[in-house]
């Protein structure tokens, strides 16, 4: 089992910044790439970004430029920066591991406001 808890969510203005992070604890070794999406209300979840147990990452086109997904292998965290948020970023922001076996765990979210 692995467990994920996702924290740095909150309310912070057009234009502005957060740091959102993904904590994971328990068989991280089983652990293959770590996602990070969201799902704004009314909307389908969406994919924003991943990183791999190699260290590869790749991005949502619409993210691309804007945030950057990175990780802490000492501290089994993995880091969401968004910059220049807009009102369409409002969302509640996920994080995903995929584990070897095909197994998928998923945090329980934490919430964006961007306010305009």
């Known amino acids: 089992q692995v467990q994920l808890v996702e924290s740095g969510g909150g309310l912070v203005q057009a234009g502005g910044s957060l740091r959102l992070s993904c904590r994971a604890s328990?068989?991280?070794?089983?652990?293959?790439?770590m996602d990070w999406y969201r799902q704004a209300p009314g909307k389908e979840r969406e994919f924003l970004a991943g990183?791999?147990?190699?260290?590869?990452?790749n991005y949502a086109d619409f993210v691309k430029g804007r945030f950057t997904i990175s990780r802490d292998t000492a501290k089994n965290t993995v880091y969401l920066q968004m910059n220049s948020l807009t009102p369409d970023d409002t969302a509640v922001y996920s994080c995903?591991?995929?584990?070897?076996?095909?197994?998928?765990?998923w945090g329980k979210g934490t919430l964006v406001i961007v306010s305009s």
């Open positions: 995903n591991a995929n584990a070897l076996g095909g197994l998928e765990y």
């Open positions: 328990g068989t991280i070794f089983r652990v293959n790439r």
């Open positions: 990183i791999t147990r190699g260290g590869s990452v």
